[in-house]
Nanobody
Framework: VQLQASGGGLVQNGGSLRLSCVVS????????MSWFRQAPGKEREFIAG????????AYANSVKDRFIISRDYAKSTVYLQMNSLKPEDTGVYYC???????????????????WGQGTQVTVSS
């Protein structure tokens, strides 16, 4: 299983970006998919995720009402639409996939089996 993240870039404060994570090697049905962010000198933090099974979605409080996670089964792709971006959203964004039945641990990096290579997002003030 391989994950390929893309869509990052440099954007001004208040701008938008859409990140994509293409999964190859298996279908995205029946797996949990999430986005994490890592800023320089900081730990990887949970941003948004879709659970396997019921497909319920969770967001970090810092991005709720600004970011939207979605998936396209036909394209084996998970997206992160980021609106009203702020300088504090700057970081490397990683997509993760978990084949485990995670629910309460959706936001824990060690719950994930596979990771994409990361895509840099920089928001200028």
């Amino acid at each position: 299983v391989q994950l390929q993240a893309s869509g990052g870039g440099l954007v001004q404060n208040g701008g938008s970006l859409r990140l994509s994570c293409v999964v190859s090697g298996r279908t995205i049905r029946g797996i949990a998919m999430s986005w994490f962010r890592q800023a320089p000198g900081k730990e990887r933090e949970f941003i948004a995720g879709i659970r396997r099974g019921d497909g319920s979605i969770a967001y970090a409080n810092s991005v709720k009402d600004r970011f939207i996670i979605s998936r396209d089964y036909a394209k084996s792709t998970v997206y992160l639409q980021m609106n009203s971006l702020k300088p504090e959203d700057t970081g490397v964004y990683y997509c993760g996939a978990s084949t485990r039945g995670i629910y309460s641990t959706l936001g824990v990096p060690s719950s994930y089996d596979y990771w994409g290579q990361g895509t840099q997002v920089t928001v200028s003030s």
